[in-house]
């Protein structure tokens, strides 16, 4: 066993990892923040992603001592102090971009590192954007429509499927 630290969600956060442990198991094990949602294992569903660093990552292909000393962002992390939802958080649900919500956590995650990187993405920036992350109930739609909302665009012009 080793020891960890980080700063999660702007608090310092630390424990006892072995070496093999991923970060998304100790977010959720030993953190208890368990809306890093963890849906395949392997990568390929975006559910666990994370920002570390001010980077999107999948958490689930992390191992926790990669993140020794790094400042950890989670889904926990992206409400106002308060407790009141952030503008994409907002857009998520004033838009219907969630429906049984186990993607919606990575969704969140990975579109709030896009906003950062490109405050306003055209309809097909988004689209390719996401292509890491999987969701088996909206069809994206209305999760691209709430990204473009929170960016202040106009959803009116995205076609229907």
């Given amino acids: 066993m080793s020891q960890v630290t980080m700063t999660v969600n702007g608090k310092t956060a630390s424990g ?13 094990d030993s953190l208890k ?3 890093t949602h963890v849906g395949c294992d392997t990568g ?24 020794e000393g790094a ?14 939802l952030n503008t994409l958080q907002q857009a998520f649900q ?3 971009g969630l429906q ?9 995650m990975s579109a709030a590192a896009l906003l950062k990187d490109n405050p306003k993405p055209t ?22 429509k709430a990204i473009m909302a929170a960016s202040g665009q106009d959803v009116s012009a995205i076609a229907a499927e």
């Fill in 123 to 144: 309809e097909a920036e988004i689209r390719a954007y996401l292509s890491g992350n999987l969701c088996r109930c909206t069809g994206y739609h209305n999760i691209v």
């Fill in 94 to 96: 004033d838009h219907h």
């Fill in 44 to 67: 390929q569903c975006g559910a666990c992603v994370v920002h570390v660093n001010g980077q999107a990552v999948k958490s689930c292909n992390m191992l926790a001592a990669e993140a």
């Fill in 71 to 84: 400042v950890v962002e989670t889904i926990e992390g992206q409400a106002a102090p308060d407790g009141s």
């Fill in 100 to 108: 049984c919500g186990f993607c919606t956590p990575g969704m969140v």
């Fill in 16 to 28: 006892a990892i072995e070496g093999r442990t991923l970060l998304s198991q100790f977010l959720r």
């Fill in 33 to 35: 923040l368990t809306g």
